[in-house]
Each structure stands twice: as structure tokens, then as C-alpha cells.
């Protein structure tokens, strides 16, 4: 049978250019936000983190943007590298019960064009 | 940061058997590990929540007894797909969450299912 929702959403940069990654997440209630980035057959890595009562962190030429009115969250990237090439996932966490769960979203391409 | 790993990390195996996937924290203790799932060009898609000595806690829609879990010390976890089927064939990809929220992923499984 056909298949759906097998494209990734791509964002394709030149080297050199900045980034912005977009993300919607989907429960008012989560408190804590993740951005993985996945390179193909690997696991995620953690990139950054940010809790619900900031709405900005900087890290290492990343920096993550969280709107709680809108559920937004945003991954911003400098100077983009070709090693930045990957698919980043934002990631939610929210109560579960007895254990967090974390909860990830659809994933953007990141394509670095030399 | 911590360590991951998955063993296997590539099993191709006949219709109707079972394959075992092991999950170890390697320089972390995990109270709590979690396994997702991942079609090509998806997202993770979270299986089951692993407790140390405890019953896993299956998300709706995966079957307990075809996925069976087992979370035996503080620093393994197995998923054992039973009677696997080549709709079964996936990347499958554990954690393990430290005592913050903060989840370290492994490098994942690739199953193929003949």
C-alpha cells in the first residue's frame, strides 16, 4: 500500500549561514524540552535543553527559543558546518505517571551545502 | 556525558524467530531505560518504559508479549522481539535516564526481518 508522511521536512543552508530549526510541540503541560540531533543510522545526541520557566538558552554556537503561548520551540544554529548536516528532533517531556516520557517530534533534515 | 550501548547493532534474522537486543548503561547507573522504535525517514516512537526489577510499562498499540523487556540491573535492559515478523523490521534504539531527566541515547539496531 502507498505510504504517507515518509519526507522529512529540509532545510537546506549554505556553510557558513546561520540556522533556525522550527518545532511545534503538541502538550501545554510539558516542562522540559530536548533538541537531538541524528546523524543517519545513529542514535540521537543531545544537543541542548531548556526548561519551561526560561524562554531562551544559549550553548556552543547553538541557542534554543521556547514560546509556551504558541508551543514553540526554535533551534538556532551559527555558522552552520557541513558536519551539522543531520536530523534534529525536538523532543518534549511531560509527566507520565511514575516516569517522564519523553516525546519526540517529526525531525527537519538539516542539509549544509559546501 | 554518559554511555550507551546496544548490542547488536545490525541482526538479520528468518521469519517466525526470536531476537534478543541488549541495552547497557556503561558508565552511569539507569534506574530507568526506555526503547523506541524508528522507521525510515520518522520519527522516535517511544515502545516502552523499563524500571529496574519491575514490569516494563508498555505504550498503547505495542504488544507485551511480542516485545519483551526485561530491565534486570541498573545497567541492562533487553528487548526481545518474539516470532518476528518483517513488519518488525526497524531501528530500534534504547536510553537510559540518569537522576535529572536528562535521557542518553544508544546507537541503535538496525532489525531486518526476512
Known amino acids: 500500500g502507498e505510504s504517507v508522511g515518509l519526507h522529512l521536512p529540509t532545510l537546506s543552508v549554505q556553510e557558513g549561514d546561520n540556522s533556525i530549526i522550527n518545532c511545534a510541540y503538541s502538550n501545554s503541560a510539558s516542562d522540559y524540552f530536548i533538541w537531538y540531533k541524528q546523524e543517519s543510522g545513529k542514535g540521537p545526541q543531545f544537543i541542548i535543553d531548556?526548561?519551561?520557566?526560561?524562554d531562551k538558552r544559549q550553548g556552543q554556537r547553538v541557542t534554543v527559543l521556547l514560546n509556551k503561548t504558541v508551543k514553540h520551540l526554535s533551534l538556532q544554529i551559527a555558522a552552520t558546518q557541513p558536519g551539522d548536516s543531520a536530523v534534529y528532533f525536538c523532543a518534549e517531556m511531560f509527566d507520565g505517571g511514575a516516569t517522564n516520557k519523553l516525546i519526540f517530534g517529526t525531525g527537519t533534515l538539516l542539509a549544509v551545502q559546501p | 556525558g554518559a554511555v550507551v550501548s546496544q548490542h547488536p547493532s545490525w541482526v538479520i534474522c528468518k521469519s517466525g524467530t526470536s531476537v534478543k537486543i541488549e541495552c547497557r548503561s556503561l558508565d552511569f547507573q539507569a534506574t530507568t531505560m526506555f526503547w523506541y522504535r524508528q522507521f525510515p525517514k520518522q520519527s522516535l516512537m517511544l515502545m516502552a518504559t523499563s524500571n529496574e526489577g519491575s514490569k516494563a510499562t508498555y505504550e498503547q498499540g505495542v504488544e507485551k508479549d511480542k516485545f519483551l523487556i526485561n530491565h534486570a540491573s541498573l545497567t541492562l535492559s533487553t528487548l526481545t522481539v518474539t516470532s518476528a515478523h518483517p513488519e518488525d523490521s526497524s531501528f530500534y534504539i534504547c536510553?537510559?535516564?540518569?537522576?535529572?531527566?536528562?535521557?542518553?541515547f544508544g546507537p541503535g539496531t538496525r532489525l531486518t526481518v526476512l
Open positions: 536510553s537510559g535516564k540518569t537522576r535529572s531527566d536528562t535521557q542518553y
Open positions: 531548556i526548561r519551561s520557566n526560561m
